[in-house]
Each structure stands twice: as structure tokens, then as C-alpha cells.
């Protein structure tokens, strides 16, 4: 399992959006039951899962999540599968 949390204005507004995804396909059906991504029809294609840098605040070894034609949903706690 990994964590996921979403993209807000700080870190700790961040933190308080943390769930937990088995790996990219749970995180875009997630992204299908949100009520504004889903507008996006986000797919494995269009969900990009990159290394980001290690945050030592928190801890993570931060990979950022981000959708076509969106930008920036988030950041997880290491790869997705």
C-alpha cells in the first residue's frame, strides 16, 4: 500500500487529504469517483506518476501525481505499480 495525498495550498492542508491506494490503477479509479478529476477522464495513460524528492518534513520519498490537462492532484510516498 502506498499513501497519497493531495495537492492544496500547504503541506499540512495536504496531509489532512491522505489515503491509502494499492497502486495506479486504484489511485485513477479513485480519481474517476471525484467529482471534479473525473471531468478529466483520467486514465493510466493520463495519470503520471514521477519522482519528485525526498521530504524530510514528512519523510516521504515523494513522487508527484499529475493528470493531463490538469496539472498537479498530488503526491505519493514512493512509486506506484
Do not use: C
Amino acid at each position: 500500500m502506498a499513501k497519497f495525498r493531495y495537492h492544496r495550498g500547504g503541506l499540512r492542508e495536504s496531509m489532512e487529504t491522505i489515503i491509502e491506494v494499492s497502486g495506479k490503477q486504484d489511485l485513477v479509479d479513485k480519481f474517476l469517483k471525484d467529482e471534479w478529476i473525473s471531468l478529466y477522464n483520467p486514465t493510466l495513460d493520463t495519470v503520471q506518476v514521477k519522482p519528485y524528492g525526498y521530504d524530510d518534513r514528512i519523510k516521504w520519498d515523494t513522487h508527484i501525481v499529475t493528470l493531463t490537462e490538469w496539472g498537479v492532484v498530488g503526491f505519493t510516498d514512493g512509486p506506484l505499480d
